[in-house]
């Protein structure tokens, strides 16, 4: 089942900072990396408002996605789960 993730900039978030030049990002890249190559990210990034990231991932269930973004050492200082909803994909 697919769903698509919003999250948004947590307070430990540097606006006056490019993405690789955050605190904590070689750890976060790694950790994202992962979850590509695992198949749980399907495909992902920031929006161009730099405070919103889209993710479009594969699992059982919203617990199963929550549980999996915990494990991200940006979780709740640079990026918070904002939306999670189940996704059917009609067009290929």
């Known amino acids: ?3 698509v993730v919003l999250l948004r900039s947590g307070r430990e978030w540097d606006a006056s900072r490019p993405l690789e030049e955050q605190s ?3 750890e976060h890249a ?3 990396d992962g979850l590509v190559e695992e198949g749980f990210i399907v495909l992902g990034g920031p929006l161009a408002d730099e405070h919103r990231v889209v993710h479009a991932v594969e699992a059982e269930s ?3 996605i929550r549980a999996t973004f915990a494990r991200d050492p940006w979780s ?3 990026l918070r ?3 999670i909803e189940p996704w059917t994909i009609r067009l290929d």
């Open 62 to 64: 919203e617990e199963e």
């Open 24 to 26: 904590g990002w070689p």
């Open 81 to 83: 789960i904002d939306t």
């Open 1 to 3: 089942m697919f769903h």
């Open 30 to 32: 790694s950790f994202m």
């Open 76 to 78: 709740e200082t640079h």
